[in-house]
């Protein structure tokens, strides 16, 4: 009995992360749709405008889409710019949580305060931006026998 019910864990395990996985891939390629909602859901369907009931729907969506945007390799590894040739706020800035991934060490989950509601009073700092990824990475890279007896 007790065998059949890890069994069973485990498979809801890999079911989970089955679904996470292609949650994941899925967001990948979203680029702003917390900001403009309406405007990038019609990009990202290629139409030339969305109704209001289907943007509300997917703003309603946020809660779920919100923690597997922040695990997508276009947030963890910064691959999108953090605007687009309108000035779309890449979503990754806007997400509550970042989550950072480091070569041989625990990922950081990093709470992030930037919001389109407060964008003018917060810092620049509130958030990651990508290009701090992509440079922690290039230093990372060089070693620390490179950065040892250097001030930084």
């Given at each position: 009995?007790?065998?059949?019910?890890?069994?069973?864990?485990?498979?809801?395990?890999?079911?989970?992360?089955?679904?996470?996985?292609?949650?994941?891939?899925?967001?990948?390629?979203?680029?702003?749709?917390?900001?403009?909602?309406a405007?990038?859901?019609?990009?990202?369907l290629?139409?030339?405008?969305?109704?209001?009931?289907?943007?509300?729907?997917?703003?309603?969506l946020?809660?779920?889409?919100?923690?597997?945007?922040?695990?997508?390799?276009?947030?963890?590894?910064?691959?999108?710019?953090?605007?687009n040739?309108?000035?779309?706020?890449?979503?990754?800035?806007?997400?509550?949580?970042?989550?950072?991934?480091?070569?041989?060490?625990?990922?950081?989950?990093?709470?992030?305060?930037?919001?389109?509601?407060?964008?003018?009073?917060?810092?620049?700092?509130?958030?990651?931006?990508?290009?701090?990824?992509?440079?922690?990475?290039?230093?990372?890279?060089?070693?620390a026998?490179?950065?040892?007896?250097?001030?930084?």
């Amino acid at each position: 009995m007790k065998v059949h019910a890890l069994h069973s864990g485990a498979l809801a395990i890999a079911a989970s992360a089955a679904v996470f996985c292609a949650s994941s891939a899925a967001v990948d390629g979203v680029f702003g749709i917390l900001e403009n909602t309406a405007d990038e859901l019609a990009d990202l369907l290629g139409v030339d405008e969305v109704s209001p009931a289907v943007a509300q729907v997917v703003r309603a969506l946020r809660p779920v889409y919100e923690p597997i945007k922040a695990a997508s390799r276009s947030c963890t590894d910064g691959i999108f710019p953090e605007f687009n040739e309108v000035n779309d706020f890449n979503d990754c800035l806007l997400l509550p949580t970042r989550l950072v991934r480091r070569p041989g060490a625990a990922p950081l989950l990093v709470k992030q305060t930037m919001s389109m509601s407060s964008i003018w009073q917060q810092s620049t700092g509130s958030s990651i931006w990508g290009g701090g990824l992509v440079l922690s990475r290039q230093m990372e890279a060089l070693g620390a026998q490179f950065w040892a007896s250097k001030r930084v």
